[in-house]
């Protein structure tokens, strides 16, 4: 199933407005309000695959996990592979503009056929192809395993690299003093992340890796 295959579903008024952004039209002719509506199933549908693909995470990597999956940037991939920048009626077409749209097709879609629609959501937005362990919050993880011994680790900045368009970072995290690892990225928060994975490492208290992920969710 693909986003096109929901907008042929569409009766044709409902199409035509789940396709116009509110730039070219009046607010209850263009696709505003379908696309809050699609945002809602999309979260709300992916946060059970995600729920249900995911029984040994606790909240906080869960809403990572389903900010990734229905982050902008992908819902406009998803657009663009399947050409619907094409259809798309807007004084201007950009990747805000097209993740909109998509959003605002699963709302009309909604509307139309729900199970057709979760059977959509469930094949593109699929949880088992995320790489967990790059969305992972690391620092969070590393303080609370040495909360527990009374230890609390500390980050400092060691380097800073590159052009200012195009910075990197090297930050070290130390426990009692004592330098643990170090890390780098395109920002303090990344060096310090990469710097803690990269710790529980070290220590030998890192997640064991999870087998595949299998979702099973009722329509």
Do not use: C
Request: no cysteine; net charge negative.
């Amino acid at each position: 199933m693909s986003i096109k295959d929901l907008i042929t579903i569409l009766p044709e008024p409902l199409r035509r407005r789940s396709l116009t952004h509110p730039s070219v039209a009046d607010p209850y002719e263009s696709n505003g309000r379908l696309e809050f509506l699609g945002d809602s199933v999309l979260n709300n549908r992916v946060a059970e695959l995600v729920f249900h693909g995911y029984p040994e995470l606790l909240e906080g990597d869960l809403t990572r996990i389903r900010a990734h999956l229905v982050r902008k940037s992908f819902l406009a991939m998803v657009g663009r592979d399947e050409g619907i920048e094409e259809s798309i009626e807007s004084s201007v077409i950009n990747d805000s503009v097209i993740a909109d749209t998509v959003e605002a097709i699963i709302g009309a879609a909604y509307l139309i056929d729900r199970d057709l629609v979760f059977q959509t959501i469930d094949e593109i937005f699929n949880p088992s192809e995320v790489d967990t362990d790059e969305l992972r919050d690391w620092k969070t993880l590393l303080q609370e395993t040495l909360q527990a011994d009374g230890l609390r680790p500390t980050y400092r900045v060691l380097a800073k690299h590159g052009p200012p368009h195009l910075p990197s970072f090297t930050s070290a995290v130390s426990v009692e003093s004592r330098e643990v690892s170090t890390g780098e990225g395109n920002s303090i928060k990344e060096s310090e992340q990469t710097a803690a994975r990269a710790a529980l490492e070290i220590l030998g208290i890192r997640p064991v890796p999870r087998s595949p992920v299998e979702v099973h969710v009722g329509a």
